[in-house]
Structures are given as structure tokens and as C-alpha cells.
């Protein structure tokens, strides 16, 4: 993944406790006795907050999210990966002394409770959102090797208490991109590759034609265009399989595979050039499937157009990336092609 948001728990507060002992407090009977339960609770909230142990404990947590589900290599062999830490959403909008809600009793939905809870006075609730204030104190600066980077300031007003609605969300989503937005910004990094690009190569006198098969046991002679080659090469690919195409040698060939179906087939070609294809993840089903024809066809006719150029295309939210061109013989991560075993340029008299 290359965004993570996070948040810590209330629970790991104790704010459950105190949400039951200052808002839904109907067992004491008598305020002065709520109050009491209720200040306890405070107390037990912002001690557990001053402590290092809840911290370390979030850290670890922290770092286990990133060995666990962040990019350790993307498609252009860079580690990253971006988490935001959002802070707990307040429990209520800025109180203000003697307004309606200190004279009021938050509503328990029974019947038989009704009007039993504490009044919510403001020395209360300013004290439970000063409570969240001080928990946001963790997030750190870091970058995506496992340290943290700016956490949102909590700047959620809700017109009701406890979880952000809607619009809550809606405005902690608006913040996080700004948060990831500023830190691209920063640190030169774009999250993904653009959809679509073309590039020439240094692949050398790539040949016009090119013997794909010999013909000299077997099969019967093929040759195809640049253009040919890399179409053998998709059709095993975006069959979801990994191997040199069918009824080739595969001595002229290698395979590099990874993660999640990623699969790389590369073949050399005589006069020091490969032909190569990447696909990043497997795919399955017949939207995937047609997908991956599309995609390959699209850069092979547009971008490599049987010359030495490379594409790529297909990004998230698509269903997988590809990859495909030519380029300098063993320029690739995967092992040697030996310069002996190189598929044969076709020779025209």
C-alpha cells in the first residue's frame, strides 16, 4: 500500500470509561456523586496519556504496519510508503460557560433512564476535548522507512459527540491529501507513475525481423517484426501465466519473478538489444484479462512502435501495471542472457 492512515484508539485512552462516567453516568445517584465518578475517570485518562507505554506500545504497532503492509519496492525499485496519523476526533464543539448544554442531561436511549445522565457542563467537556488535545502529541517527522510524518491537526467541530459523521470524514479526508500532497512536495516523490508514458532506450540495432522460431526441429519457422515479439510475450502474460512464449527455445530468454503473480519476461536479441515485458501483480477474470490486452497492445502499436522505446501503462486504481519495450542486452534485474543463445535477426538478400 502506499497510504496508510492511522489513528489511535480511544479505548487505548480509556475514553470509553470516561464516556460512560461523565456523559452516561446514571448509576450514582445525585450529580455530586456522577461528578465524582466522572473526575475519577478524568484523572485515569490523563495519566495513562502522560506515560511513555502507550506511546512505545503505538510505535511498535507503528512500525509493525509498516514491515507488514507498506511498499517495500515499487516499480521503479524505490522504497516508500506515506502514513498519516489523524488525531482522535473531540468529543465536542468549543464549550462556553453557562450555554444550553450545561443545564442539559445527555439523552439515554432508555426509557427507564431518561434524564439520569450527567449534566454536561462546560469545565467537563472542555476537560474531555483538552484530553484529546494532549493525546495528539505523538505523530513525528519521518519519511517511509518506518519513522512517522506529520500527524492532522484535529480541527473536527461535530455537531455530535464521540465519531465524526459525513462530514467529518469528508474533512479529515481533505486534510489527509493536503498532508500527502505537502509531503510529495517536499520530498520530490509522486505516489505512482503517470498512466501513461513513452521513452526511447539505448537498445541497439534492433532488427527489422527477427527469427522467433528456427524451425530447424520442430515447429516451423516463424519470424515477426519487433513489434511481433513483444505480442508472444503478451499473450503468455496476459494468459496470468509466467514462462518463455510457447514453442520457443527458452535459452534466449529469462523470467524474473516477484511478489503478488509479478512477473518480467525479457528475450535477447541478436545485435545487443531485448525485448521485455512486466507485469506487476496476477490477474484473473475476464475484465482483468481484457484489461492486459488492451493495455500491452496499446503501448506495443503506440509507444514501441517495432523501435527502441519502452512504455508503461496502468496504475491504481487499475486492475495491474505494464510494462513493455526494448532495451539494452542484460540492462534488466534478472539473469544473464548469454550473447551466444540470442534469437537471430532474419537475413535479407
Given amino acids: ?21 461523565c456523559v ?52 521503479f525499485n524505490m522504497k516508500w510508503s506515506v502514513l498519516v496519523i489523524i488525531g ?26 431518561s434524564g439520569q445522565g450527567n449534566l454536561m457542563n462546560a469545565r467537563v467537556r472542555a476537560t474531555m476535548n483538552t484530553l484529546v488535545d494532549t493525546s495528539e502529541s505523538l505523530p513525528s517527522k519521518g519519511n517511509g522507512d518506518g519513522d512517522l510524518i506529520p500527524g492532522l491537526p484535529n480541527e473536527l467541530q461535530q455537531n455530535s459527540v464521540f465519531h465524526p459523521k459525513t462530514a467529518g470524514h469528508a474533512s479529515t479526508a481533505a486534510k489527509v491529501k493536503q498532508v500527502v500532497d505537502d509531503w510529495s512536495k517536499e520530498n520530490g516523490h509522486n505516489e505512482a507513475p503517470p498512466p501513461q508514458v513513452c521513452d526511447a532506450t539505448d537498445a541497439p540495432n534492433i532488427p527489422s525481423k527477427i527469427i522467433s522460431i528456427p ?23 496476459c494468459g496470468n501465466r509466467c514462462k518463455i512464449p510457447d514453442n520457443m527455445d527458452s535459452r534466449p530468454g529469462a523470467i524474473l519473478t516477484g511478489d503478488g503473480g509479478r512477473c518480467e519476461t525479457s528475450l535477447g536479441v541478436q545485435g545487443g ?21 488492451d493495455s500491452t497492445l496499446a503501448l506495443i502499436n503506440t509507444y514501441v512502435n517495432n523501435g527502441a522505446n519502452e512504455g508503461w501503462r496502468g496504475v491504481d486504481p487499475s486492475p495491474a501495471f505494464y510494462q513493455t519495450g526494448y532495451r539494452k542486452l542484460n540492462s534488466g534485474k534478472h539473469d544473464t542472457i548469454s550473447q551466444d543463445r540470442l534469437l537471430q535477426k532474419l537475413l535479407e538478400c
Wanted: charge should be negative; glycine fraction near 6%.
Fill in 1 to 21: 500500500m502506499s497510504l496508510l492512515v492511522s489513528t489511535p484508539s480511544g479505548n487505548d485512552f480509556k475514553f470509553a470509561d470516561v464516556v460512560l462516567a
Fill in 24 to 75: 452516561y453516568n446514571y448509576g450514582p445517584t445525585g450529580d455530586a456523586a456522577k461528578d465524582a465518578t466522572c473526575n475519577t475517570a478524568l484523572s485515569n485518562a490523563a495519566a495513562i496519556i502522560g506515560t511513555e507505554t502507550v506511546w512505545n506500545t503505538y510505535k511498535d504497532k507503528v512500525n509493525k504496519i509498516f514491515s507488514d503492509v507498506s511498499i517495500t519496492k515499487d516499480y
Fill in 88 to 113: 482522535y476526533a473531540k468529543f465536542f464543539g468549543k464549550p462556553d460557560n453557562n450555554d444550553a448544554c450545561s443545564k442539559t442531561r445527555f439523552p439515554i436511549p432508555f426509557a427507564l433512564m
Fill in 215 to 237: 524451425g530447424l526441429i520442430g515447429p516451423p519457422q516463424e519470424v515477426v517484426e519487433p513489434n511481433g515479439l513483444l505480442a508472444k510475450i503478451r499473450e503468455v502474460l
Fill in 273 to 293: 538489444s531485448e525485448a521485455y515485458m512486466l507485469r506487476d501483480r496476477s490477474i484473473s477474470g475476464a475484465d482483468q484479462t481484457q484489461h492486459c490486452w
